[in-house]
């Protein structure tokens, strides 16, 4: 056997030194006798010079190896860096150990009864010598627990189930800042009003479907009592689960008048075909015109007062031509009631201005402001420039300055609309000068531009908004005097009862479809809700699918393009104060805390909602 290449003492680890007297032992064993063997042992531990003549200490070269060895003359190079252990840990060099052991046991003779006894002497005491290390590292990483993190020796650690790969713990994987990033739980509030909603998800939504006569009772019941349910935030088996599905059937529901089976009430405005051939008694007849509108006035004056009495979050009104949104004082950023309104005609306006409503035009004063200011820039810079010009002019020119700066005079006499010239000439009577309606008109005509625009929504705050339904009232334009509509009210939509509404469920049918996922074909779960949906209905409905779904769901928003201006903020005064109580407004507290907050979506609504990992993303 070749003998393996040594270090000087003085560089010679424990593992080494008996690793080399196992092998010295077995290959003295062939030629000699036990006693032999064994004093060869000794000798070669005690004089390490004696086997100078077949290693060379100090050189990486290649070993050349006498006739007396078992495998006769041999090669072998070695790198001198490839068993240096400095930087293995001691479970690591008992197990590099054991493998070498295992490796020369299927390779060699088996040992005899002396180099057995040899051999767990020699385990027995590199095991002490171990425990005694392992032992000393334990009190060293007990005296350094008080140390810094960059200078703790804890952080290199080694896994029980893995004795292998050693774990390097980095500071920056222990520190505060690796902590992930808190989940985005919450979407913007979104008062336009929704079409229809397509939920898909990979998990199944069945669940949502035919539920039982004593679940659609309960939440019909839960609704009218506003009861909310509680549930296990993590579900199992969501078809198993009746609080669940009793809670889905609750936010379902919304009121809804007038009410009439045969006729779609909402949407209304372009909707001329949805009415087309459909029966509509009241068109011809005045009478019955008449207690439509009487009882549509009631239940208008009804949601009025549920709305001041922080009864009723919000309600909407859906004419033909134009749709209002009233929310209560504390929601969406306002610190009193409010009334939004788009879009709007001149003609509306100026009826409104009639009754004494006091609004604004939030879009439209946006831009003026943005205008004025972009102009003051410009003058700014304007009357710079002039100034640097005309100190120029004046260090250039110089004895003619005066007759320039008449010039100049003379120039902005003109251009500023001056008509003395035109006396001078003796003309002055066959021009004819701007009447005032020409300017009042020139005026206006940025207001008319927004006419029938998302840009011509009108703000009402306060006591106005009450001078506002009493005009809704009295108002003839808010009923069409001909076409498919004509002689029927607007639409009353709320999320909760009020005088002469019905109460409406929204329609919702699953479908599982197969997509394509690259190559493969995946199962998708989907779920299609139609009908008027409202904010709180939306937020109810995402609320229940992120505990049933696991987290993982996404969402296809389908708006009413008329509502979607209704999510500016257009109220001066904002809301600072939380502490009012909202627990009356028959909505769930999540619901309400959403809409309290200011919308943030501008002009737009929402297309399209995700919710991955419990964390939600949106689109716009």
């Known amino acids: 056997m070749s003998e393996e290449m040594g270090y000087s003492p003085s560089f010679k680890r424990p593992s080494e030194i008996l690793r080399m007297r196992r092998k010295r032992a077995r290959s003295e064993a062939f030629s000699s006798s036990p006693s032999s063997d064994t004093s060869g042992t000794e000798q070669s531990v005690s004089s390490p010079s004696s086997s100078?003549?077949?290693?060379?200490?100090?050189?990486?070269?290649?070993?050349?190896?006498?006739?007396?060895?078992?495998?006769?003359?041999?090669?072998?190079?070695r790198n001198p860096f490839a068993n240096i252990e400095n930087r293995r840990s001691p479970k690591k060099k008992c197990l590099h150990l054991n493998d070498d052991e295992a490796g020369e046991q299927t390779t060699e003779r088996p040992p005899t009864r002396e180099e057995g006894l040899l051999r767990k002497s020699?385990?027995?005491?590199?095991?002490?010598?171990?425990?005694?290390?392992?032992?000393?590292?334990?009190?060293?990483?007990?005296?350094?627990?008080?140390?810094?993190?960059?200078?703790?020796?804890?952080l290199f650690e080694e896994s029980e189930d893995d004795v292998k790969t050693p774990l390097l713990k980095s500071p920056r994987a222990i520190s505060p800042l690796s902590i992930a990033a808190p989940l985005c739980t919450e979407y913007p509030a979104d008062w336009s009003l929704k079409t229809r909603l397509l939920f898909t998800s990979s998990l199944s939504l069945s669940w949502s479907e035919q539920p039982k006569a004593q679940e659609e009772a309960s939440g019909l019941s839960q609704h009218c009592r506003a009861h909310f349910s509680t549930w296990p935030p993590n579900l199992q088996d969501p078809k198993s689960c009746t609080e669940l599905r009793c809670a889905f059937q609750q936010s379902l529901i919304y009121?809804?008048?007038?009410?009439?089976?045969?006729?779609?009430?909402?949407?209304?405005?372009n909707a001329e075909r949805r009415f087309t051939g459909k029966s509509a008694p009241w068109a011809h007849d005045a009478?019955?015109?008449?207690?439509?509108?009487?009882?549509?006035?009631?239940?208008?004056?009804?949601?009025?007062?549920?709305?001041?009495?922080?009864?009723?979050?919000y309600f909407y009104v859906c004419s033909y031509q134009f749709t209002v949104l009233f929310r209560a004082a504390g929601l969406g950023g306002s610190v009193s009631?409010?009334?939004?309104?788009?879009?709007?005609?001149?003609?509306?306006?100026?009826?409104?201005?009639?009754?004494?409503?006091e609004f604004t035009l939030p879009l439209v004063e946006e831009r003026t402001t943005s205008r004025e200011q972009q102009n003051v820039c410009n003058e700014e810079r304007q009357q710079k420039d002039s100034c640097e010009h005309k100190e120029d002019t004046c260090s250039s020119d110089g004895p003619d300055d005066d007759d320039d700066d008449d010039d100049d005079d003379d120039d902005d006499e003109d251009g500023g609309g001056?008509?003395?010239?035109?006396?001078?000439?003796?003309?002055?009577?066959k021009i004819k000068k701007p009447d005032s309606i020409g300017i009042q008109l020139r005026k206006e005509d940025r207001a008319l531009?927004?006419?029938?625009?998302?840009?011509?929504?009108?703000?009402?705050?306060?006591?106005?908004?009450?001078?506002?339904?009493?005009?809704?009232?009295?108002?003839?334009?808010?009923?069409?005097?001909?076409?498919?509509?004509?002689?029927?009210?607007?639409?009353?939509l709320a999320p909760v009862a009020f005088r002469g509404a019905a109460m409406h469920s929204l329609k919702a049918r699953c479908v599982n479809v197969k997509s394509q996922v690259g190559t493969a074909y995946q199962n998708i779960s989907s779920m299609e809700i139609t009908g008027p949906i409202l904010p709180s209905s939306l937020h109810a409905i995402t609320t229940l699918l992120r505990p049933a779904q696991k987290g993982n769901f996404s969402a296809t928003l389908y708006t009413h393009a008329p509502t979607a201006i209704l999510n500016i903020h257009g109220t001066k005064q904002q809301c600072t104060s939380g502490s009012e109580d909202h627990s009356a407004f028959g909505l769930h507290p999540a619901s309400v805390k959403q809409l309290q907050q200011p919308s943030s979506l501008g002009k737009t609504a929402l297309t399209q909602i995700s919710m991955n990992n419990y964390s939600y993303t949106w689109k716009k």
Request: with cysteine; proline share 6%.
């Open 52 to 77: 100078s003549s077949c290693v060379r200490p100090f050189s990486p070269g290649p070993l050349y190896f006498h006739s007396h060895t078992s495998s006769g003359a041999g090669v072998k190079r």
């Open 449 to 492: 531009r927004v006419d029938h625009k998302p840009e011509s929504v009108v703000c009402v705050e306060g006591a106005h908004a009450f001078t506002l339904v009493n005009f809704l009232i009295n108002c003839k334009s808010v009923v069409a005097a001909a076409g498919s509509q004509a002689g029927l009210p607007p639409t009353l």
């Open 255 to 269: 009121w809804q008048h007038p009410s009439l089976s045969w006729v779609p009430l909402f949407p209304r405005i």
């Open 337 to 357: 009631i409010n009334a939004l309104v788009s879009p709007t005609t001149r003609g509306l306006r100026e009826a409104m201005k009639a009754e004494g409503i």
């Open 418 to 429: 001056s008509l003395s010239w035109l006396k001078e000439m003796g003309v002055q009577d």
């Open 287 to 313: 009478e019955l015109q008449r207690g439509l509108m009487s009882d549509w006035s009631a239940s208008l004056s009804s949601l009025y007062s549920l709305l001041k009495a922080k009864l009723c979050p």
């Open 122 to 154: 020699d385990d027995l005491a590199f095991s002490e010598l171990m425990s005694k290390v392992e032992a000393m590292g334990r009190q060293e990483n007990d005296k350094q627990k008080g140390l810094s993190l960059s200078e703790d020796s804890s």
